[in-house]
């Protein structure tokens, strides 16, 4: 039977995103084939980690055009951002958990691709007037997929409903990075026109002068 390495790769990572701690034996019973044929397609481990990693950098920039984060007011990027990546989420979270894939040289260059394209997003919002400049967009950038994977893990627990994912997941970064509105600066009676009625910007009539 010919196994398609897709199939095993993706259900791995529906397995790895409810059970980060899933052994390879887990894996390849999850998938319906034999340790052996796992083995032949990925040597090990990390190899199978490796592999998860590449499909969900994939899966982030396909969220990411889809997205179309240049269009339109920042914010609604950002909940277009969260509502198209959301399938790949449970993945991410998995991901994010494995702290090999984000240190020493051999990084792979796409999170930094995926990271430049989202901090753009938020520095467009910054300029916009749209999102607070206190708040760095490397800084949303990261706040953006600790938010993802929470929503994720939340879900995967049966502590949080599904239907809620988007709606809690942009609010809570949103009513954060939005730019609060002006404070409006009371009037001063004292700079009112003549015209306005205000007794005290007129000046008092002479004796003998008419009112």
């Known amino acids: 039977m010919t196994v398609d390495?897709?199939?095993?790769?993706?259900?791995a990572a529906a397995l790895l995103a409810r059970k980060s701690t899933a052994t390879?034996?887990?894996?390849a019973k999850a998938a319906g084939i034999s340790r052996a044929t796992?083995?032949?397609?990925?040597?090990?481990?990390?190899?199978?980690?490796?592999?998860?990693?590449?499909?969900?950098?994939?899966?982030?920039?396909?969220?990411?055009?889809?997205?179309?984060?240049?269009?339109g007011p920042a914010?609604?990027?950002?909940?277009?951002?969260?509502?198209?990546?959301?399938?790949?989420?449970?993945l991410?979270?998995?991901?994010?958990?494995?702290?090999?894939?984000?240190?020493?040289?051999?990084?792979?260059?796409?999170?930094?691709r995926i990271d430049d394209r989202i901090s753009g997003l938020f520095r467009r919002g910054q300029l916009g007037g749209e999102f607070r400049i206190d708040l760095t967009p490397a800084w949303l950038t990261e706040a953006l997929f600790g938010l993802l994977a929470s929503g994720a893990w939340m879900v995967q627990s049966g502590?949080?409903?599904?239907?809620?994912?988007q709606h809690m997941i942009t609010e809570l970064l949103l009513g954060g990075a939005?730019?609060?509105p002006a404070p409006q600066v009371p009037e001063n009676p004292a700079s009112r026109s003549p015209a306005s009625g205000n007794p005290t910007s007129r000046h008092p009539a002479t004796p003998g002068e008419e009112s």
Do not use: S
């Open 92 to 112: 991410l979270a998995f991901l994010y958990t494995e702290n090999q894939l984000f240190e020493g040289e051999e990084q792979n260059q796409g999170w930094t």
């Open 38 to 71: 796992l083995h032949r397609h990925f040597a090990g481990r990390d190899a199978l980690v490796r592999a998860l990693e590449a499909l969900g950098i994939a899966e982030c920039e396909t969220a990411l055009d889809a997205a179309r984060l240049d269009e």
């Open 24 to 27: 390879m034996d887990e894996v």
């Open 75 to 90: 914010p609604d990027a950002v909940r277009r951002l969260v509502q198209r990546i959301e399938p790949a989420a449970g």
């Open 178 to 180: 939005l730019r609060p």
């Open 5 to 11: 390495r897709d199939h095993v790769l993706r259900g």
């Open 159 to 165: 502590k949080g409903a599904p239907k809620d994912f």
